[in-house]
């Protein structure tokens, strides 16, 4: 059974008292160096972080910020879809399902969406616009917690339901970023039936098994992120790019390991602390953006402190860092033979977390579009919004039979 109910976001009072008082009797960590970022988030920064949400964050403001886009909650049976829905202007505007990931939420995606609903009212072509659906994935702020064991699959099935019978969408556009481009991959490899094409911000390590058959066979110890590596990669190429990978599971992926091991554990700390929790998002923010040095140019405090309530929020932290776990113990491959057949563009960023490589690419899309941009990193759909929404439009528009 479905049915779809409009939305209006609010700060419950009660919860916001609760969250002030959390912050004012908040402790800090010791620190050597309160300015430094060197063994992660800056306790000076977290100070100011805290004055300004304690005396200066505006609650109705933000909550009026996430309403300026209509939203709904579609019910799936048991399960319950939060969705923003922007309809296109012009003359026949194709729908676009977007899909966020972690640290993400929907309210990521709110910089590019007039870029892609209204393109002519920002120089570009008025009728090469979309209706931009945006669904919190399940598990995450405003949509049904994650239940155990609820991965790729699951999220995948659960969307196509949304678009489909919901939407009444049989055809549209795809594009993912982080989990949503592991979800989106899936979707394609699926589902191709439903999609006219598929663009991705990010492409992941998960989209490829770069193993041998002979050295699947063989025991050997590989760290989380790299287990998919081969034993001794077969180009120059493929080496820098195994080293990079690497180098971020090994240096910058601690998140990765406890939200595939222990989600729960690091939860009771996340739940009982907003400013904690904050001081965790941060750092994802400043470190993966391609703006390291002046990340607020891009990601304001109103932004970071509404990203972290949406966190907040009925502990929807605890149920979205699941996705790690639930994903990493299901039984499907990512291999070559499984080539995802439809029409591939992929956005690569030059301060991703980890390169997407073209020669990578192709060994697992049917990659028509390779765009290597000047700018950009892993919130690529809010760093850069206005060039990537000309590569999302010139993909589908001029590569894609959308007839």
């Known amino acids: 059974m479905i049915s779809i109910e409009p939305y209006t976001f609010s700060f419950d009072p009660s919860v916001v008292q609760d969250v002030l008082r959390r912050l004012a009797n908040a402790n800090f960590p010791?620190?050597?160096?309160?300015?430094?970022?060197?063994?992660?988030?800056?306790?000076?920064?977290?100070?100011?972080?805290?004055?300004?949400?304690?005396?200066?964050?505006?609650?109705?403001?933000?909550?009026?910020?996430?309403?300026?886009?209509?939203?709904?909650?579609?019910?799936?049976?048991?399960?319950?879809?939060?969705?923003?829905?922007?309809?296109?202007?012009?003359k026949n505007p194709r729908p676009l399902l977007m899909l966020h990931g972690y640290p993400w939420s929907f309210l990521t995606f709110y910089?590019?969406?007039p870029y892609l609903t209204d393109p002519g009212a920002h120089g570009g072509d008025p009728d090469q616009s979309f209706t931009v659906i945006v669904p919190s994935l399940r598990g995450f702020a405003l949509s049904a917690p994650g239940r155990e064991g609820f991965g790729l699959v699951d999220h995948a099935t659960l969307y196509r339901r949304l678009m489909r019978e919901a939407l009444g969408y049989d055809t549209f556009c795809l594009q993912g970023?982080?989990?949503?481009?592991?979800?989106?991959w899936y979707y394609a490899r699926a589902f191709p039936?439903?999609?006219?094409?598929?663009?991705?911000?990010?492409?992941?390590?998960?989209?490829?098994?770069?193993?041998?058959?002979?050295?699947?066979?063989?025991?050997?110890?590989?760290?989380?992120?790299?287990?998919?590596?081969?034993?001794?990669?077969?180009?120059?190429?493929?080496?820098?790019?195994?080293?990079?990978?690497?180098?971020?599971?090994?240096?910058?992926?601690?998140?990765?390991?406890?939200?595939?091991?222990?989600?729960?554990s690091l939860s009771f700390a996340m739940c009982d602390s907003p400013l904690g929790m904050a001081a965790w998002l941060?750092?994802?923010?400043?470190?993966?953006?391609?703006?390291?040095?002046?990340?607020?140019e891009h990601f304001s405090k109103d932004h970071l402190i509404t990203t972290t309530m949406l966190y907040y929020l009925d502990q929807a932290f605890s149920s979205a860092i699941k996705i790690y776990r639930d994903t990493s113990r299901e039984s499907v491959k990512y291999t070559a033979a499984d080539r995802v057949t439809v029409k591939t563009a992929l956005a690569a960023m030059p301060k991703d977390v980890y390169p997407a490589p073209?020669?990578?690419?192709?060994?697992?899309f049917n990659l028509v579009s390779y765009r290597s941009f000047e700018h950009g990193g892993h919130f690529n759909v809010h760093e850069c919004a206005e060039p990537l929404s000309e590569h999302i439009r010139e993909f589908f528009f001029g590569q894609c039979d959308m007839s």
Do not use: C
């Open 177 to 184: 970023g982080d989990w949503g481009s592991h979800i989106a």
């Open 30 to 90: 010791i620190s050597q160096d309160e300015r430094s970022w060197e063994y992660g988030t800056s306790v000076a920064y977290m100070r100011e972080f805290r004055d300004y949400w304690l005396n200066h964050y505006d609650w109705q403001k933000n909550a009026d910020h996430i309403n300026q886009y209509p939203q709904h909650i579609a019910r799936i049976d048991d399960d319950f879809l939060h969705y923003v829905k922007v309809e296109g202007k012009g």
């Open 282 to 296: 941060v750092e994802k923010y400043r470190q993966w953006t391609d703006y390291e040095e002046t990340f607020e």
């Open 193 to 264: 039936e439903d999609l006219w094409g598929l663009h991705l911000s990010f492409m992941g390590t998960r989209g490829q098994d770069g193993r041998s058959e002979a050295e699947k066979t063989i025991p050997y110890l590989r760290g989380y992120g790299a287990r998919t590596a081969p034993i001794l990669p077969a180009t120059a190429e493929d080496q820098d790019y195994w080293n990079a990978v690497m180098d971020h599971f090994i240096n910058r992926a601690a998140y990765a390991h406890i939200n595939t091991t222990a989600p729960q």
């Open 358 to 364: 073209e020669h990578v690419a192709r060994r697992y």
């Open 111 to 113: 910089r590019i969406i």
